[in-house]
């Protein structure tokens, strides 16, 4: 029983001299589809694979950026480090660089002083590509872009824009086409990112002031389409706006599903799912039957108790129920048992566990 004592000791005293420190780069913000610039917290969908280190609490800032800029192989004074903050309406944002004059000032320092509410120190590398003593340049404000793809169905991270906080929205738009080498005048239509649940679409004669941008606000575009263009999209099941698709990642889980009864193998594989907390017992039944080539109607799931994976309670079909009602409480990986039967199942059909 002293080893298991032991080493909570060890992981206590190191959890007291040493912080995990994550960062986020363009390419990581390029490969990101959900909230903020990455996944940091979520507890029902996988974070973000980003570089991580592990510091010491009273190593200087001048020995962290030199670990930062060794790692991705860049000079020293092209970079300039920003912490990420809670914000109060949950979440996670850029809210300043860290100063450039402090280099003796602590790990430990900075989290207390700028990231107080987190347990871990979370950084954006931002490459300074303009004269490094005008940087960033007065009087503007960082600003993340994200395209919302509607053909693709794909909303990513494409890069990092200072604006001045007095142009107006519309003046992104000659910026956007340039970085996406459009054709100039593609028509644009932008939407900040609040936060879950509140997606705005901006309007393009104010400033960004007037709009209440601030530092480490993110934006969302996409090209404007002819409303029959819209409706079509609409008719075929996909989603139009950006208000939409993040609704949609909103509600989205990762659903790990497994046989019951068999050992895993290319006829009774382990395998994941994306769905929406929304969608039904039927559309669940649904998509694994597609994954399995299977008859929907001919399959039985099984919930499982998270500490340990043993079955838990075997599901009844329901018209009603959601994949929320069905992930209950969890926090974590959720894990359904599947069965492969030799007769459909009947609306309401009890069966017994076997």
């Not at 100063?99 to 107080?116: F, L, Q």
């Not at 503007?140 to 824009?161: A, C, E, P, R, W």
């Not at 594989?269 to 559309?283: G, I, M, N, Q, R």
Request: glycine residues 4%; neutral net charge; contains cysteine.
């Amino acid at each position: 029983e002293e080893r298991p004592q032991l080493q909570a000791k060890r992981e206590r005293t190191e959890e007291s001299l040493f912080l995990t420190v994550r960062v986020i780069t363009d390419n990581t913000f390029a490969s990101h589809e959900g909230f903020d610039l990455a996944t940091l917290d979520e507890k029902n969908w996988p974070l973000s694979d980003l570089p991580t280190f592990r510091v010491s609490k009273q190593s200087t800032y001048s020995d962290l950026k030199s670990r930062v800029v060794t790692y991705f192989v860049l000079p020293v004074d092209k970079v300039q480090l920003w912490v990420l903050v809670n914000r109060q309406n949950k979440t996670v944002r850029p809210d300043a660089p860290i100063p450039e004059d402090c280099p003796s000032h602590t790990v430990e320092m900075i989290c207390n002083n700028m990231a107080a509410t987190r347990k871990d120190l979370c950084l954006y590398l931002d490459v300074i590509t303009g004269p490094c003593n005008l940087y960033p340049p007065p009087g503007h404000i960082i600003l993340f872009l994200k395209h919302f793809d509607m053909s693709k169905q794909t909303l990513l991270g494409v890069g990092k824009v200072y604006v001045s906080r007095d142009s107006k929205v519309e003046e992104l738009h000659p910026i956007i086409n340039g970085h996406m080498r459009w054709t100039p005048g593609v028509p644009l239509s932008l939407y900040e990112e609040v936060k879950p649940g509140m997606i705005e679409l901006m309007k393009p004669k104010l400033t960004f002031a007037q709009n209440d941008i601030q530092d480490g606000d993110v934006i969302c575009f996409q090209v404007e389409l002819a409303s029959q263009e819209l409706h079509d999209f609409e008719l075929q099941g996909l989603y139009s706006n950006p208000i939409h698709f993040y609704g949609f990642l909103q509600n989205r889980v990762m659903i790990f599903f497994r046989p019951k009864h068999k050992k895993p193998s290319s006829n009774h594989p382990e395998f994941k799912l994306v769905l929406s907390k929304k969608h039904k017992y039927d559309t669940m039944c649904q998509r694994v039957g597609e994954y399995l080539q299977h008859d929907p109607m001919k399959l039985c799931f099984t919930t499982t108790h998270m500490a340990n994976g043993a079955p838990k309670a075997m599901l009844q079909q329901s018209l009603n129920q959601s994949i929320e009602d069905i992930m209950g409480s969890s926090h974590g990986r959720t894990v359904i048992l599947y069965e492969k039967l030799d007769h459909r199942r009947h609306h309401g059909a009890r069966l017994t566990s076997r």
